[in-house]
């Protein structure tokens, strides 16, 4: 899970990292009445899991506490790539002498994490890693061995921090092993005109895998998509969020894959997909039919099944038990193949509810799931 602006500063200032104040709002009046607080003038601040804030227009100065409830208001309800502003923070502002940015990032591929480091942080810092690499150093970090005082000199050097970063790279790296992270990112990480080195903007992802012993984080925490998510994984279930109009529910990883693929390539794009994985009973089938019907984005539900051990009469008793629990909303199109499929296909033309169809190939499946999802 991704945390929120707000929370990752948190962190950073639990660890000793100096971040400016700042509160939170939902209500332009209480803006008004925090920006006094602050001094008067503040930065407005989107709260929204997405980077790319300041450009989108999610980052406002505001002369005075007046200015900032319009700005507030303003900020409040806008949409940044698809998400809805429920928040706002407000900052003190402090003026920059300069911008870094410093992040650590799990790499998979090499077993360890990466320090990635630029001395030219801000808002453009995609088009500097794109247009001048160099000006970016990537050290990787041995998790083992941490960043200690040494290593974060050696990122600082690489990358043309100043020598007071050292701390913050220190701090930093604790905030990522305390708290389970996956990811902690400063951009802006900055210095003063007056010299203090602060972090002006955070973002942690948070490794779900450890939920269970990060418990401070709950569902208030959570942008509507998150709380789906955690729902599904309560549930024992596989769910991603994307961002189409066909919803998708199969068995085993592999098969799911290919039925994004096959979706795609009938001109529709998977709204999200759910992998029931090899034991498909009722209980799953009417927990992920729920999980996928949730989802607002959904037009049309695709389920692929292929029967392996689990069987696909087995499967179509868990969508037809679903089909009662679940008021099925959108249309439902199903392939049925492999052990018991005759049988399973049956089961599902005895049940002949209005909006299940179903269709014998992959691909016949995936061109009407594709075509109700894009009609009209
Ligand atoms: P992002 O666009 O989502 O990454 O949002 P940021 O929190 O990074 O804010 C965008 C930009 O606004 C930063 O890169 C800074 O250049 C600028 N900014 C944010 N807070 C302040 C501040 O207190 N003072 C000044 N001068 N600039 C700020
Ligand atoms: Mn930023």
């Given at each position: 899970m991704d945390l929120f602006e707000h929370q990752a500063r948190e962190l950073f200032e639990e660890h000793g990292i100096v971040v400016p104040r700042a509160?939170?709002?939902?209500?332009?009046?209480?803006?008004?009445?925090?920006?006094?607080?602050?001094?008067g003038r503040v930065v407005v601040k989107a709260q929204v899991k997405?980077?790319?804030?300041?450009?989108?227009?999610?980052?406002?100065?505001a002369a005075d506490p007046a200015a900032?409830?319009?700005?507030?208001?303003?900020?409040l309800g806008m949409d940044i790539k698809g998400h809805t502003v429920g928040t706002v923070m407000l900052a003190q502002p402090v003026d920059i002498d300069s911008e870094f940015y410093v992040s650590y990032v799990l790499d998979r591929a090499a077993g360890g994490f990466l320090a990635i480091a630029s001395a030219e942080g801000g808002m453009e810092i995609e088009e500097v890693a794109a247009s001048r690499p160099d000006a970016v150093a990537r050290i990787p970090v041995?998790?083992?061995?941490g960043v200690t005082s040494a290593k974060a000199s050696e990122i600082a050097e690489a990358a043309g921090l100043p020598p007071q970063t050292v701390d913050v790279l220190v701090r930093?790296?604790?905030?990522?092993?305390?708290?389970?992270?996956?990811?902690?990112?400063?951009?802006?990480?900055v210095r003063t005109t007056r010299g203090q080195i602060?972090?002006?903007d955070g973002k942690v992802t948070l490794d779900d895998n450890a939920r269970f012993r990060q418990t401070r984080w709950g569902a208030g925490d959570m942008e509507p998509g998150d709380a789906l998510e955690a729902a599904a994984a309560r549930k024992g279930l596989n769910y991603v969020k994307l961002d189409g109009e066909v919803g998708i529910i199969g068995n085993g990883a592999g098969l799911v894959m290919s039925t994004l693929d096959v979706v795609a390539g009938c001109g529709a794009r998977p709204a999200?997909?759910?992998?029931?994985?090899?034991?498909?009973?009722?209980?799953?089938?009417a927990d992920g039919l729920s999980v996928i019907l949730s989802d607002p984005d959904v037009r049309s539900v695709l389920v692929n099944v292929f029967g392996g051990i689990t069987a696909c009469d087995a499967v179509a008793d868990g969508i037809v038990q679903a089909l009662d629990s679940v008021r099925?909303?959108?249309?439902?199109?199903?392939?049925?193949?492999?052990?018991?499929a005759t049988r399973g296909r049956a089961v599902l033309d005895e049940r002949a509810h209005p909006l299940v169809q179903q269709a014998t190939t992959m691909d016949g499946a995936a061109r009407r799931a594709a075509r109700l999802a894009t009609a009209g």
């Open positions: 509160e939170v709002t939902d209500s332009p009046k209480q803006a008004r009445g925090i920006a006094r607080r602050l001094g997405t980077g790319g804030r300041g450009k989108a227009g999610g980052v406002k100065f900032a409830e319009l700005t507030a208001r303003q900020i041995d998790p083992a061995e930093l790296w604790e905030v990522l092993v305390r708290e389970d992270a996956l990811l902690v990112e400063v951009n802006p990480l602060l972090a002006l999200n997909f759910l992998d029931i994985g090899g034991g498909a009973s009722a209980r799953i089938m099925l909303t959108k249309p439902l199109v199903v392939r049925l193949d492999g052990n018991n």
